[in-house]
């Protein structure tokens, strides 16, 4: 069964920066559209940033302007480089096919934006 492994997300302050990063197996990396999705407690899991093949991004409204979303085709990885933090940013931060396949979900990384 294939995964995708995340890694990256720790405890930051308000307006500090992360990088997450996603590693892929090629069979997937190089077929689908990736997504970054979050889900903070109680609420439910939304998209919040996509790339194409290609290199198409698009991202949700309560993001764009401070996350970016990019994709090295050769290590298999996409990244989400996270700045200007805001404690409603916390959540488990997970890679994924966009749409999604739940046969793909990994362990997600934690980040907490607080002081």
């Known amino acids: 069964q294939e995964q995708l492994v995340e890694s990256g997300g720790g405890l930051v302050q308000p307006g500090g920066s992360l990088r997450l990063s996603c590693a892929a197996s090629?069979?997937?990396?190089?077929?689908?559209?990736m997504g970054w999705y979050r889900q903070a407690p109680g609420k439910q899991r939304e998209l919040v940033a996509r790339?194409?093949?290609?290199?198409?991004?698009n991202y949700a409204d309560s993001v764009k302007g401070r996350f970016t979303i990019s994709r090295d085709n050769a290590k298999n990885t996409v990244y989400l480089q996270m700045n200007s933090l805001k404690p409603e940013d916390t959540a488990v931060y997970s890679c994924?096919?966009?749409?999604?396949?739940?046969?793909?979900w990994g362990q997600g990384t934690q980040v907490t934006v607080s002081s």
């Open positions: 994924n096919t966009a749409p999604f396949r739940s046969y793909y």
């Open positions: 090629r069979s997937i990396f190089s077929i689908y559209t």
């Open positions: 790339i194409t093949t290609g290199g198409t991004t």
